[in-house]
Every structure is written in C-alpha cells, then in structure tokens.
C-alpha cells in the first residue's frame, strides 16, 4: 500500500465516522424535539387510557353501528357522492389547466422576471389551506358546491404549476434543442420534444391529486361546500351516529373506486407514452 492510498483510507473513514456523528446528532435533535413536543402539550396519558375513558370511546363507538342502510337514506348518500365527485373532478380539472399555464413561466421558458412572478403565485396559491380557500369562495360566490369547486382548483393550482415546471426543467432539453435547430418553431419543438417526456409523469401527478381532491371535497362540506362532508356535518351535529356512519363508509367507498379507477387509468396511458 503507498502512503497516498493510506492516506486516502484514512480520510474516507474519517469521513465515514463524521457522516456517523452526525446522523446521530440529527437523531437524538429529533428524538429531543418530540420529548420537547409532549411535555409541552401536556398530555394526561393516565387520563387518556384509564378505565373511564376507554369506557367512553368504547360507548361512542358503538353509537356509529349499525349503519343507516335504509334505501331512502342511501339514496340521499349517492346524491352526495355524486357531488363530491363532480366538485373534486372540476377543481382537478381547473387546476391542471391553471398549473399548466403557470409551469410554463415558472420552468424558465418566459424569462426570469416571469419565472419569479409565477413562482411567486404558485406559492401563494397553494400557501393557503383549502379550508380556508373554501371560506374565502363561499363569502365570495355563495354556499354550495361552486365554491368547493373553486377552492380545490385555487390550491392545486399552486401544488401542480410546481410540480409541472420541476417536470419541465428536470427533462433532457435535447430532444427540443434538435428540433429547434432543424427549423421548427418553438411551439412545435416543446409540443413534440419536450412535452412527451414529462407527460405521463405530469397525468400521474394530475390523478395523484384527485385522489387528494376526492378526500378534501368531503371536508369541504363542512364550511358549507356540499357534498358528503355536508351530510356528515349536518348529522355529526345532530348527533345521528348511525347515519354519520354510513356517510364516512360512503367516503371510503367513493376513495377507492376512484383510486382503482386512477390506477388502472395509470397502467393503460403508460405504454402509450413511454
């Protein structure tokens, strides 16, 4: 062994035990924070856990069984479903159109000073929670669906145009350089060089984010969007146990249809596009 390669050994374990320090000091940052975390809150396990408390969350559990499964209330259910469903599919469908348009500033292709203004509303966009969208569209345009609407399409927005132009700008920008050189216009040369490699990954984004959609349509409800989270509020407030059942099953149901619709949607597209 010559002593470069000695030496060379010596400064890879010294580096090697470094890296190893200093995971463990993240570690035991992040054990600490936790530790931090519930002495600051507070927690009363003993009450959480005792006899009395699980005596209770056992009664009201069993408050939500059995489900209303009567035929009139399952078909106010389907009503619901269907709402949310069309509530999250047009604010999907509004934000793939408007994350589109403002990836295509926000990859660089306009400019800086249009790069830095698109990132700028993309992060504000999607900044804001929906819920709070959602109050903001209900003030705005009224109680119902629209607003939920609205409220999906506004954040996901800000969460697509994101993830759009990190598509965009980490794609190989060969395939549209040659087509520009070869004289084609720049519309021609993206719509054909660029927009094929990042198309099946910007669909699976898309439909990743209904799924989402579909879940915070049920929310939504609850600040007066309509929809399934309508219903459960209405009932919850109530206190109609067995009916806020049956609208939580209605959600779960709905989540995995459109999760194995996605999928399968996922799996056809993608010989298709590489």
Same mark, same amino acid.
């Given at each position: *062994? ?20 200093? @995971?463990? %000091?993240?570690?035991?940052? &992040? ?20 006899? !009395?408390?699980?005596?209770? *969350? ?18 106010? #259910? ?14 999907? #469908? ?7 348009? #403002? ?29 709070? /969208? ?6 705005? +345009? $009224? ?10 399409? &506004? ?9 759009? %132009? ?14 520009? !050189?070869? $004289? ?7 719509? /054909? ?9 910007? &669909? ?5 984010? /209904? !799924? @989402?959609?579909?879940? @915070? ?11 399934? $989270? =309508? ?11 067995? =009916? ?25 597209? +993608?010989?298709?596009?590489?």
């Amino acid at each position: *062994m010559t002593p470069s390669s000695g030496a060379d050994t010596t400064r890879a374990r010294r580096d090697m035990l470094g890296q190893r320090l200093l @995971m463990l %000091a993240v570690a035991l940052g &992040l054990l600490g924070a936790v530790a931090a975390s519930f002495a600051t809150l507070g927690i009363d396990f003993g009450a959480l856990l005792g006899a !009395e408390a699980l005596r209770s *969350m056992a009664g009201f559990v069993a408050e939500f069984f059995p489900p209303d499964l009567r035929p009139g209330f399952l078909r106010k #259910l389907g009503e619901a479903a269907l709402q949310t469903l069309a509530v999250s599919a047009a604010g999907s #469908l509004l934000a793939v159109a408007g994350g589109a348009l #403002l990836a295509l500033p926000a990859a660089g292709r306009f400019g800086l000073g249009a790069r830095l203004a698109a990132r700028l509303a993309l992060n504000l966009l999607r900044s804001v929670p929906e819920l709070v /969208w959602a109050a903001l569209m209900v003030l705005a +345009a $009224g109680l119902g669906p629209f607003a939920g609407a609205l409220a999906l399409a &506004l954040h996901t927005s800000g969460v697509l145009g994101r993830l759009f %132009a990190e598509a965009l700008e980490n794609s190989p920008a060969t395939p549209e350089r040659a087509l520009v !050189e070869a $004289g084609a216009g720049r519309v021609v040369a993206f719509a /054909w060089g660029r927009l094929p490699l990042v198309a099946a990954q910007c &669909l699976a984004y898309s439909l990743y984010r /209904w !799924e @989402m959609n579909i879940r @915070m349509a049920a929310v939504l409800g609850f600040v007066g969007a309509g929809g399934l $989270g =309508q219903l459960l509020y209405f009932h919850l407030s109530l206190f109609h146990q067995r =009916q806020a059942a049956s609208v939580l099953l209605a959600m779960f149901v709905l989540v995995l249809a459109v999760d194995a619709a996605s999928q399968r949607l996922r799996r056809g597209l +993608a010989p298709a596009w590489g």
